[in-house]
C-alpha cells in the first residue's frame, strides 16, 4: 500500500520560510518523479516546483522561481520544498505526488501518488 504524507506547513508572516517535507513509502522512490502542487480556494491545482527521479532536472512556476528550492533525499524515501521570502499569494494547501512520468505540467488526480495535503498560511 502506497502513501505519501505531507509535512511542514503551517502559518507565517510575509517574508518568512517554511520547509515542507514528504515522505513516500508502499514503492520504490527513485523510481518516481516527485514535486508540489499547490491549490488556493477556488483556483485549480498547479504544479509549484517538480524533481527528476535522480534529482538532475528540476522544474519552478515562475513565480516561485529565485524564493522556492525543490531536493530529494532517496535514501530517506523524502521530498523536500524550501520556502522563502513568502507572500501572501503563496497561501494554499500543498501537496505531494509521486508520478512514473515527466513533464509534471501533465500530471493530474489520476497521475501517481497523491498525499492529502499541507496547509501553507501567510499572513500579510
Known amino acids: 500500500q502506497v502513501q505519501v504524507v505531507e509535512s511542514g506547513g503551517g502559518l507565517v508572516q510575509a517574508g518568512g520560510s517554511l520547509r515542507l517535507s514528504c515522505t513516500a513509502s508502499?514503492?520504490?522512490?527513485?523510481?518516481?518523479?516527485v514535486g508540489w502542487f499547490h491549490q488556493a480556494p477556488g483556483k485549480e491545482r498547479e504544479a509549484v516546483s517538480c524533481i527528476r527521479w535522480s534529482g538532475g532536472y528540476t522544474y519552478y512556476a515562475d513565480s516561485v522561481k529565485g524564493r522556492f528550492t525543490i531536493s530529494r533525499d532517496n535514501a530517506k524515501n523524502t521530498l523536500y520544498l524550501q520556502m522563502n521570502s513568502l507572500k501572501p499569494e503563496d497561501t494554499a494547501m500543498y501537496y505531494c505526488?509521486?508520478?512514473?512520468?515527466?513533464?509534471?505540467?501533465?500530471?493530474?488526480?489520476?497521475?501517481?501518488?497523491w498525499g492529502q495535503g499541507t496547509q501553507v498560511i501567510v499572513s500579510s
Open positions: 505526488v509521486a508520478a512514473p512520468s515527466w513533464p509534471c505540467g501533465t500530471w493530474n488526480l489520476k497521475t501517481g501518488y
Open positions: 508502499g514503492l520504490t522512490f527513485d523510481n518516481y518523479a
